[in-house]
T-cell receptor, first 113, second 117 residues
Framework: SQTIHQWPATLVQPVGSPLSLECTVEGTSNPNLYWYRQAAGRGLQLLFYSVGIGQISSEVPQNLSASRPQDRQFILSSKKLLLSDSGFYLC????????????FGPGTRLTVL | AQKVTQAQTEISVVEKEDVTLDCVYETRDTTYYLFWYKQPPSGELVFLIRRNSFDEQNEISGRYSWNFQKSTSSFNFTITASQVVDSAVYFCAGKYILTGGGNKLTFGTGTQLKVEL
């Protein structure tokens, strides 16, 4: 069966510090991968998605970047965090194809002080 | 563009009551895909059900059922005999294809369900 991992689970970082969140998927090959952010008030926003190694698409301009160095690894980064980067970050994967549902990881709660 | 509306911000029911969560999905696409997710206090989004616009039948799965009315763009989700463990935020989402081959979920703002003893 497939599983998706995210770490760390929680993170408190000062403004201006770098960020690296990691997501890995097990039990599947060539998944589509996604990074979402959920700010206070529950709305989920797609940040990045990837359909293959090294292929990253950004949905919204922001202070963050993403990379996919391996087939089942997706990394969310920032060189300098802003207060507005605080939120709950969720990684998701899906089998390629519009029909298929996305499965989410446990999330990382990021607080920027 | 797609739009998902969940007008109910919060619903409170007593255990064993049935509860229906409303969702309206607006799109110009003739083919689309709708989903319900559950987010318990732990934060993880849990996939519940999927519905395709070309499916003819509404379905039941255990205590969950969903009613899709294409004429009104509604995709309502019902929990029968609710339990305390059903307490969570429920999200309706619609999916469309992105340029480059991926696909995007557009989420509603969620409905907080509280099931009390």
């Amino acid at each position: 069966s497939q599983t998706i991992h995210q770490w760390p689970a929680t993170l408190v970082q000062p403004v201006g510090s770098p960020l690296s969140l990691e997501c890995t998927v097990e039990g599947t090959s060539n998944p589509n991968l996604y990074w979402y952010r959920q700010a206070a008030g529950r709305g989920l926003q797609l940040l990045f998605y990837s359909v293959g190694i090294g292929q990253i698409s950004s949905e919204v301009p922001q202070n963050l970047s993403a990379s996919r160095p391996q087939d089942r690894q997706f990394i969310l980064s920032s060189k300098k965090l802003l207060l507005s980067d605080s939120g709950f970050y969720l990684c998701a994967w899906s089998v390629p194809g519009i029909y298929n549902e996305q499965f989410f990881g446990p999330g990382t709660r990021l607080t920027v002080l | 563009a797609q739009k998902v509306t969940q007008a109910q911000t919060e619903i409170s029911v007593v255990e064993k009551e049935d509860v229906t969560l409303d969702c309206v999905y607006e799109t110009r696409d003739t083919t689309y895909y709708l989903f319900w997710y559950k987010q318990p206090p732990s934060g993880e989004l849990v996939f519940l059900i999927r519905r395709n616009s070309f499916d003819e039948q509404n379905e039941i799965s255990g205590r969950y059922s969903w009613n899709f009315q294409k004429s009104t763009s509604s995709f309502n989700f019902t929990i029968t005999a609710s339990q305390v463990v059903d307490s969570a935020v429920y999200f309706c989402a619609g999916k469309y294809i992105l340029t480059g081959g991926g696909n995007k979920l557009t989420f509603g703002t969620g409905t907080q369900l509280k099931v009390e003893l």
